[in-house]
């Protein structure tokens, strides 16, 4: 894997970001922002109003297309014919092989044996080989092998400053939509999304508060936060696998650690409750990666949120329709508690 220990904060500026949102733009999708407007919600906001960055509109999914493509486009065109290679339990390697055959590259994408079939089956859908392996670090060291031996560039799932800069246009894309934003609230997994979108509302607005969401088994961001370096989890347990990585890494976690304000984490149950008020209050169909994101504003954040202009970032919608069903079935009763007064 790449080393960006060198590279500066600077890489990220506010300049930065928007140049490569203007090289992004004729790839992938600007997604919409809509208000909330829901008669269970309201009351519980004090006067204040939820917005939703709709990013599960993205291409592939998800956010993960931003950051994928932002790589590929990176490379010069020997690196580019050579191919990708990425690990991934799903969305990075949907991305990943969406973004090889956009710029007409081969793909080999390495995925964990335990991942949903219905995003194996889409990687491939994408026109990318699939490597199946039955753990994370077998995973990894297959990618690398896949590197040396076979010249494939490897795109990091959230490492390194072209997937900041891709995830960037995420929150750049919602400050511009959404006027006078109070706190943007984003799920996290392994902090590239956050690092972007963090990076982008602090520069525009450095009074903008950027809360960052994760599961209560694979909280590596606010590990890390409150150890001051980053941190790798010994074990990673939550029924949100695209939040499960195993550990934050410098880069990001450097940007993190200079714009994110604060981590909260989750239970899976909240969890599965938001995305039951997803689909009930929003009319949206999401994987429990942006229900989280609701749960926080509706859990652990709402006291601090009371009329405020809130930001909530919906990351990705790449669910099959039996496990939606199970989250919903599981989130019924704990949606019940993050409603009530």
């Known amino acids: 894997m790449q080393d960006y220990s060198d590279v500066p904060l600077t890489a990220i500026s506010l300049d930065a970001i928007r140049a490569r949102a203007a090289l992004l733009a004729p790839h992938v999708r600007e997604t919409p922002s809509i208000a909330l407007d829901s008669p269970a919600l309201t009351p519980l906001l004090g006067g204040g109003a939820l917005f939703l960055k709709l990013e599960c509109l993205q291409k592939t ?13 990176s490379l ?3 690196r580019r014919a050579a191919g990708l290679t990425a690990v991934s339990a799903g969305n990075h390697a949907i991305a990943t092989a969406w973004a090889a055959r956009h710029i007409g590259a081969p793909a080999k994408v390495v995925m964990m044996s335990s991942a949903n ?15 199946l392996v039955d753990g994370v670090v077998e995973a990894f060291a297959e990618a690398e ?7 494939l560039t490897f795109v990091h799932p959230y490492e390194g400053p072209f997937t900041t800069l891709g995830a960037a246009g995420v929150g750049l894309e919602f400050m511009t939509q959404v006027t ?31 809360y960052a969401v994760e599961p209560e088994g694979a909280n590596s961001l606010g590990q890390s936060l409150s150890s001051g370096a980053p941190v790798k989890l010994d074990a990673v347990r939550t ?15 450097r940007v993190n650690q200079a714009y994110v304000d604060e981590a909260v984490s989750l239970s899976d149950d909240q969890i599965c409750g938001g995305v039951v008020i997803c689909q009930e209050e929003a009319k949206l169909a999401v994987e429990p990666a942006a229900g989280a994101a609701m749960a926080a504003a509706l859990g652990p954040l709402r006291s601090r949120l009371q009329g405020k202009r809130v930001g909530v970032l919906m990351c990705g919608a790449n ?19 993050l409603l009530a007064p």
């Not at 896949?146 to 010249?151: F, H, I, N, Q, T």
């Not at 590239?192 to 979108?197: H, P």
């Not at 029924?239 to 976690?253: H, K, N």
Request: glycine content about 16%; hydrophobic content about 45%; charged content about 20%.
């Open 61 to 73: 999914g998800t956010f993960k297309a931003r950051g994928a493509m932002s790589v590929a486009l």
């Open 180 to 210: 006078g934003l109070d706190a943007v609230i984003v799920s996290v997994g392994g902090g590239g999304l956050i690092s972007g979108v963090a990076a982008a509302v602090k520069q525009i607005n450095p009074a903008c508060k950027v």
């Open 117 to 131: 079939p219905f995003r194996v089956a889409r990687a491939r859908a994408y026109g990318a080989e699939v490597v």
């Open 145 to 151: 092998r896949l590197s040396r031996d076979e010249g």
């Open 239 to 253: 029924i949100a696998d695209s939040l499960g990585a195993p550990g934050c890494l410098p880069f990001s976690f």
């Open 76 to 78: 010069p065109e020997d």
């Open 319 to 337: 669910i099959d329709a039996g496990g939606y069903g199970a989250i919903l079935e599981r989130g019924r009763d704990p949606a019940l508690a």
